[in-house]
């Protein structure tokens, strides 16, 4: 797919390899989105919120520790 794509209030920027939200997306776009696609690029779970990280990394170190594992602690 060819880059940025906008029909009406969607905005689809699919499968650009991209590792963050790229800038220019809130800059041209976030004054009418509604919608944004960021399918099949390489985003991670670095945009969770507090709250969602924290869950997240309690749930690694429960099943580390349910494993017989050593928790290994997030940076």
């Keep these: ?10 905005v689809s920027y699919i ?8 800038e220019h997306l ?10 944004l696609d960021l399918s099949f690029n390489l985003l991670r779970e670095e945009f969770l ?5 924290r869950r997240s990394q ?6 580390q520790l349910a494993s017989g594992g050593t928790p290994v602690m997030a940076h």
């Design 58 to 63: 309690a749930q690694d170190t429960d099943a």
């Design 1 to 10: 797919m060819a880059g940025l794509m906008v029909s009406g209030t969607q």
């Design 49 to 53: 919120t507090a709250p969602q990280r």
């Design 26 to 35: 809130g800059r041209d776009c976030g004054h009418f989105a509604k919608r």
């Design 15 to 22: 499968g650009q390899d991209c590792r963050e939200i790229p």
